[in-house]
């Protein structure tokens, strides 16, 4: 399995930006792509998740800003980010984990940056 990230850059506060991240491999029904993100000198924190079921769920500092979807035929996931903050500033990585084994797959990350 393989995860390919794009659409990271840089952006001023109160923009928006895209992430994609791409899953090649194998099929992926029971499973759950999630989106991670770390900023510089802290730890990898869950930003949001959606399931092959379609349960979603979002850390509470994205809640109202950012929307997670998922196109199966593609096996791609899309994190949809709005009304960007200085504090959103960070390397953004995506995550794919079988739900039934719990294998778990990362991609190569890719920053986010927001200016003030």
């Known amino acids: 399995v393989q995860l390919q990230a794009s659409g990271g850059g840089l952006v001023q506060a109160g923009g928006s930006l895209r992430l994609s991240c791409a899953a090649s491999?194998?099929?992926?029904?029971?499973?759950?792509m999630r989106w991670f993100r770390q900023a510089p000198g802290k730890q990898r924190d869950l930003v949001a998740g959606i399931t092959s079921g379609g349960s979603i769920n979002y850390s509470d500092s994205v809640k109202g800003r950012f929307t997670i979807s998922r196109d199966g035929a593609k096996n791609t996931v899309y994190l949809q980010m709005n009304s960007l903050k200085p504090e959103d500033t960070a390397v953004y990585y995506c995550?794919?984990?079988?739900?039934?084994?719990?294998?778990?797959?990362w991609g190569q990350g890719t920053q986010v940056t927001v200016s003030s």
């Open positions: 491999g194998r099929t992926f029904a029971r499973s759950a």
């Open positions: 995550n794919l984990q079988f739900l039934v084994t719990g294998l778990t797959y």
